[in-house]
């Protein structure tokens, strides 16, 4: 049965941070690249980052670069998100999904997902 299992949202302040987790059962994570996307309420899930199988080479969406650092411990069998200088049109519910493709691919599996609020 694969899980993923998505912790560390929370209330923070603009400008602040924040250091997702998730949490992977089910499959040989290390196989594979992973990825997390957010969910902004009305509006899609846009992917946020994306980190393939060895840690190599690393993706980000055009508002996080330099803000967001996405990093694996394939030990663990899990995959961390970095948010630094949050913004406060960045509240979203955040997923973590696996890639069974490329860096661009759509997840196969998702985790239920973790709530991230902006508020002063």
């Known amino acids: 049965q694969v899980q993923l299992v998505e912790s560390g949202g929370g209330l923070v302040q603009p400008g602040g941070s924040l250091r997702l987790s998730c949490a992977v059962s089910?499959?040989?994570?290390?196989?594979?690249?992973m990825s997390w996307y957010r969910q902004p309420p009305g509006k899609e899930r846009a992917l946020v980052a994306a980190i393939s199988s060895g840690a190599s080479a690393a993706i980000y969406a055009d508002t996080v670069k330099g803000r967001f650092t996405i990093s694996r411990e394939n030990a663990k069998k899990e995959v961390y998100l970095q948010i630094n200088s949050l913004e406060p049109e960045e509240p979203a519910v955040y997923y973590c999904?696996?890639?069974?493709?490329?860096?661009?691919?759509?997840?196969?599996?998702w985790g239920q997902g973790t709530q991230v609020t902006v508020s002063s």
């Open positions: 999904g696996d890639k069974r493709g490329s860096l661009y691919s759509t997840p196969k599996f």
């Open positions: 089910g499959f040989t994570f290390g196989s594979y690249a």
